[in-house]
């Protein structure tokens, strides 16, 4: 377990230095990246996404990291230019990178001792789906209580 809070801290840093970079260096870069790498249509969901959900911003950053919608390259740079918080980034990236960092530890620790067979238990599936079903569940709960 702490390989995966070593890398779940290390990512989160790694993702947060690339946010301020994008911060510094400016939109012209990323904008170019984008239209280079995604053919310009990177930015521009992730500009309205962003003011579509702009109350439920750390849900809509966590479903963007639990899920291969954007590449996350693309989610670390543009989030800086399309106005996200870096609060919001942070918390997002570290709890949205654990399910995978977790399985990412569990396949070296088993590569590393020789295990042979199934890599990847049920229980190992089912930490993963729960993580996922905790997370969407916290967002209908909060949004059923803060509507009413």
């Known amino acids: 377990m702490l390989g995966v809070v070593h890398c779940t801290l290390l990512g ?23 239209r280079r790498l995604m053919k310009g249509e990177g930015l ?8 579509r959900y702009r109350k439920d911003l750390l849900v809509y950053l966590l479903f963007l990291r639990l899920t291969p919608i954007l590449p996350n ?22 709890a949205g990178i654990i399910p995978q960092t977790y399985l990412s530890v569990r396949f070296g620790a088993a590569v590393k001792v020789g295990e042979n067979g199934s890599m990847v ?21 909060r949004k059923r209580f803060t509507t009413e």
């Open 12 to 34: 989160t840093l790694g993702a947060a230095c690339c946010y301020g970079l994008s911060y510094t260096v400016g939109t012209g870069l990323v904008e170019t990246a984008d």
């Open 44 to 51: 521009t969901k992730i500009r309205t996404q962003v003011t």
């Open 73 to 94: 390259w693309l989610v670390n740079l543009a989030s800086p230019v399309v106005g996200v918080p870096l609060s919001t980034f942070v918390l997002a990236t570290a």
């Open 121 to 141: 238990t049920v229980w190992d599936t089912l930490l993963v789906a729960l993580i996922g079903a905790t997370v969407l569940l916290v967002y209908r709960l």
